[in-house]
């Protein structure tokens, strides 16, 4: 045991200050805020059972304790007293609001860079499966989340290490935990048919945090799952591929305007890497440029006998413009009374 102990904090020494938070900068670009591993997504770990921890060590880092385990593996983790004093759980803590925060739409910042794993935080996917119901407009409401559907008693898990805000019956929630992790962000678990932890409880990622149900306003047995900043909800397929179980980012930047209920999730393309790298002005500059689009758009009620070239005509658009503004096909059935948008 000694022995082991000796090599671990040999290898402590010289893997140095590998759970630092600091990122490199690359030097190579001057605006370069984060190194990105974004493109390496990071795989869902389930907890095994018979991993038991045997011992705690101390590090450097007074908040950072090592965790040996039976089967001669060794992780970080936090320790929970001193990460309570920290001020991601202190500010706006309640376990009886959704948004405790009361931060105002232009008070948020243009751009929150979000630690979402490093040697201490893991990530495991709540459940994996295609997305049923996506982020965004829905029969005329707002859907704040995704909806993951899943036979009722299986297991939700933590997408992150973090504390319990809430966990209770809250509205149309049904039975709801939201959990508040070292970045920042929360995430909201809904429809459960129990509730296995309570508020105040620290949670690891996998953690199962209760059981599938179909409680509150809900059709079926499903995980409403939501991901919000600062009491804003955004759209979760930002940071996980639920199909596959994989979250898409170590880090992710979020910028302020996926903050708002219509904005959901584009695969990310080149330009879009390459936005990491605007500079605060470019990035107003850019939310003003979008602002004053969504302000020009101009939108179209279909009636009968419309075609997507009578529409194209009438406004002075082509048809391949319309349909990508609204993400349709040009084979796509036009349903009278629908709305698109056609400029
Ligand atoms: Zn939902």
Known sequence: MKKLTLILLTLLILSGNSFAQ??????????????????????????????????????????????????GTWHYTKDHDLLNDDSVYRRAWSAERANPYNVAYDDLPFR???????????????YQTKVFSKFGRRR???HQGVDLPYPKGTPARAAFP??????????????LVVLRHPSGLETFYGHLSQILVEPDQWVEAGDVIGLGGSTGRSTGP???????????????????????????????????????????????????EEQIYLTEEEERAEEERIARELAAARYH???????????????GTTVSAICKLNGISPKTTLRVGRTIRVK
């Open 301 to 315: 009620k279909i009636r009968s006998g419309d075609t997507l070239s009578t529409i194209a005509r009438k406004y």
């Open 22 to 71: 600091e990122a490199p900068m690359t030097m190579a670009r001057a605006k370069a805020l984060v190194e990105r591993p974004a493109l390496n997504p990071v795989p869902s770990l389930i907890p095994d059972p018979n991993r038991v921890s045997i011992d705690t060590l101390d590090t450097s880092d007074p908040r950072i304790k090592l965790i040996l385990c039976s089967d």
């Open 162 to 175: 973090g504390k319990v805000r809430i966990a209770k019956r809250f509205g149309g929630y049904g039975n």
């Open 112 to 126: 929150s860079i979000i630690w979402l794993v490093d040697s201490t935080t893991t990530f495991c996917v709540p």
């Open 222 to 272: 499903h995980l409403h799952f939501e991901t919000r900043y600062l009491g804003y909800a955004f759209d979760p397929q930002w940071l996980i591929d639920f199909e596959t179980g994989t979250l898409r980012h170590g880090v992710f930047v979020l910028r302020r305007r996926y903050l708002t209920p219509g904005s959901t999730y584009v695969p990310e393309s080149e330009d879009e």
């Open 140 to 142: 005329g409401r707002q």
